[in-house]
T-cell receptor, first 116, second 113 residues
C-alpha cells in the first residue's frame, strides 16, 4: 500500500536554529501534500497545503516565513522551521494524496520537535 | 466558519460491545467523509471513506453512515477488542470544503477486556 516516509522522527535543536523535516511518498506520486501540527491530546491542526511545483497555501495564523514549505517533486515535500523557538516544539505530521477529494490521505509517522 | 465536532472526547466500553462514535459538521457540505485511526506517537491511518450519496459503508467490523441532512456521520466498531483502543478522527472532504482537509478533535476509544 501507499507509504509515506517522514524524517527525522525526533529532533532536538537549540533556539534560533532551523530544522528541516522531509516527507516522501515512497510508492506513489503525491499531487498534494499537507502539513499538520499536533499538540498533546489535541487533534491535527492543518498548517498548509502544497501542490507540486506551486507555492503552498497556508492556513490563517500560520507564518509562511517561519514555516517554509517546498514541494519540489511529486514524491518530496519539506517543512523548514526557521529560527525555532521553544513554542515551536510540537509533533509535526505530513500527509500525501495521489488523487482528488475522494482519495484518502496517507500519513507519515510524524516528527517530534523539541526546541531548547 | 467550518466546524467539525466529534462527540465525547473519550469513550470507554467493554470488550465485545459495539462502539459508536459521532462526527457532526456545520457550515459546509462535504462530498465525502473519511475516518482515520491514530495511535499514540504515530500518524493517522485511513480506515473508511463514504460518499454523500451512500448511506452506509462496511469494512469487516467497521460500519460508517453518512446523513447529509443531519450533517452527521456515525462510526461503529462491532465486537470491539482491546486492540481497537485508539483515537478516531473524522475528516469531511470535497464539496464545499474546497480541498481543505481538516479533522475533528478525535474520540479516544478505550476497550476494556
Amino acid at each position: 500500500g501507499a507509504v509515506v516516509s517522514q524524517h527525522p522522527s525526533r529532533v532536538i535543536c537549540k533556539s534560533g536554529t532551523s530544522v528541516k523535516i522531509e516527507c516522501r511518498s515512497l510508492d506513489f506520486q503525491a499531487t498534494t501534500m499537507f502539513w499538520y501540527r499536533q499538540f498533546p491530546k489535541q487533534s491535527l491542526m492543518l498548517m498548509a497545503t502544497s501542490n507540486e511545483g506551486s507555492k503552498a497555501t497556508y492556513e490563517q495564523g500560520v507564518e509562511k516565513d517561519k514555516f517554509l514549505i517546498n514541494h519540489a517533486s511529486l514524491t518530496l515535500s519539506t517543512l523548514t522551521v526557521t529560527s525555532a523557538h521553544p513554542e515551536d516544539s510540537s509533533f509535526y505530521i505530513c500527509s500525501a494524496r495521489s488523487g482528488q477529494h475522494n482519495s484518502p490521505l496517507h500519513f507519515g509517522n510524524g516528527t517530534r520537535l523539541t526546541v531548547t | 466558519s467550518q466546524k467539525i465536532e466529534q462527540n465525547s472526547e473519550a469513550l470507554n466500553i467493554q470488550e465485545g460491545k459495539t462502539a459508536t462514535l459521532t462526527c457532526n459538521y456545520t457550515n459546509y457540505s462535504p462530498a465525502y467523509l473519511q475516518w482515520y485511526r491514530q495511535d499514540p506517537g504515530r500518524g493517522p491511518v485511513f480506515l473508511l471513506l463514504i460518499r454523500e450519496n451512500e448511506k452506509e459503508k462496511r469494512k469487516e467490523r467497521l460500519k460508517v453512515t453518512f446523513d447529509t441532512t443531519l450533517k452527521q456521520s456515525l462510526f461503529h466498531i462491532t465486537a470491539s477488542q482491546p486492540a481497537d483502543s485508539a483515537t478516531y478522527l473524522c475528516c469531511p472532504s470535497g464539496g464545499t470544503s474546497y480541498g481543505k482537509l481538516t479533522f475533528g478533535q478525535g474520540t479516544i476509544l478505550t476497550v476494556h477486556p
